[in-house]
């Protein structure tokens, strides 16, 4: 059984730091790996997918990396301000039965500080 | 409506109550999903329908019940329910059940008394 982990479970910094959360998978044979954000109460906003054969994708103040073979993923977020706090979301993307599925971790909730 | 929308967006219900939820997407997409959200757990996958057709069923229980009448549209039908049942239900809808990112709608927080 495939299982995804997110550490810290919780994390807090002041405002303009740069910070990094952590992901790892026990089964490298994923297809891709994607990060969501999470705001309380909300659904889930994509905010990176990295593809197998990837190392990386940027978007913005946000960078995540990929290594299959050490089974971990990090999103990095630079200048951080308040309004990245939320919980973010690691999910590795298996082939299932009859479908492909995400398989989720548990969060990393992150507080910015003004 | 743009995205995937959900409704309600609450709902208390009691044990021996029937209810429905409904998910409806405008992305032209023909594979949906339902996942359950618990507190302190991971995102679990419900079920996942795929040009119509249910293509998992991740052992959830009888109680709850899906219909998908079209690639728009999803249900969740709900009836004698148990209190662990209360969660965040989110659809999620991507262009087919394959390798494709998939979108999620806001959710409904579900309360079993």
């Keep these: ?114 | 409506e743009t995205g995937v929308t959900q409704t309600p967006r609450h709902l208390v219900m009691g044990m021996t109550n029937k209810k429905s939820l409904k998910c409806e997407q405008h992305l032209g997409h023909n594979a949906m999903y339902w996942y359950k959200q618990s507190a302190k757990k991971p995102l679990e996958l419900m079920f996942v329908y795929n040009f119509k057709e249910q293509t998992e069923n991740n052992s959830v229980p009888s109680r709850f019940s899906p219909e998908c009448p079209n690639s728009s549209h999803l249900f969740l039908h709900l009836h004698t329910l148990q209190p662990e049942d209360s969660a965040l239900y989110l659809c999620a809808s991507s262009l087919d059940s394959g390798i494709y990112e998939q979108f999620f709608g806001p959710g409904t927080r579900l309360t079993v008394l």
Excluded: H, M
């Excluded at chain 1, 299982?3 to 959360?21: F, H, K, R």
């Excluded at chain 1, 997918?49 to 630079?78: F, M, V, W």
């Design chain 1, 1 to 114: 059984k495939q299982e995804v982990t997110q550490i810290p479970a919780a994390l807090s910094v002041p405002e303009g730091e740069n910070l990094v959360l952590n992901c790892s998978f026990t089964d490298s044979a994923i297809y891709n790996l994607q990060w969501f954000r999470q705001d309380p109460g909300k659904g889930l906003t994509s905010l990176l997918l990295i593809q197998s054969s990837q190392r990386e994708q940027t978007s913005g103040r946000l960078n995540a990396s990929l290594d299959k073979s050490s089974g971990r993923s990090t999103l990095y977020i630079a200048a951080s301000q308040p309004g990245d706090s939320a919980t973010y979301l690691c999910a590795a993307a298996y082939s299932g039965a009859g479908s492909y599925q995400l398989t989720f971790g548990k969060g990393t909730k992150l507080s910015v500080i003004p």
